[in-house]
């Protein structure tokens, strides 16, 4: 089984000052089989009407941040917050999709693990606002995390048949990852996509 600090699961160090839980971890391997396994085949839905604005990414969180403050600053080592209290001024975020380790803030973007978009076309077009919303700022369960620029990109709206970590070392847990997510807000799967699910945690 792949290790937490593969993932870049980091708890927070030196002069952050903001008190936050660690990343939620993805299922065992095992449950992530059994939750695949439930989830229901389909076709995908069309794009019409999607927007990332459909999601309110990024909304405010209680503390006053906002989703993605929180994220960098959860995640991240070392990590010193700026005046304001939530923006981070400096740190290092590890990027597992890709192995790397980010030192510059602007560089270090936030991913959703299920994207947006294939949220959108697989069954989030039909949600409330309030929901679409819970997913796009999900703190809860294992949907954002740091990525690389390049990674992020990389990626862009793709499941896994079309797109999968360049490090191969983090396939297990990212198949772990997508399948809770997608199991969790009861979004169905291609049948590529399933399969393709399949090829990942065939990697644990």
Partial sequence: MIVATL????????????????PPPPPSESVARTELASLTVGTPHSMDGYSRDAFD???GQPDGCTTRQDVLARDGDDVVEGSDGCQPASGSW?????????TVVAQAT????????DAWRTGADTWTAARRK???????????VIASSSSNSSKSDQDPSEWKPPN???????GEQYVSVKYTFDLFVTSAEKAALGDLLDAC
């Fill in 57 to 59: 990414v990024w909304a």
């Fill in 168 to 174: 191969t070392a983090y396939w297990c847990t990212y």
């Fill in 7 to 22: 993932i870049g699961i980091a708890t927070l160090a030196g002069p952050s000052t903001r008190a936050l839980a660690d």
């Fill in 110 to 117: 936030i991913d959703h693990v299920v994207p947006l978009a």
């Fill in 94 to 102: 590890y990027s597992a999709y890709d192995d790397t380790t980010v």
């Fill in 134 to 144: 819970a997913f796009g700022n999900d703190l809860t369960d294992s949907q954002l």
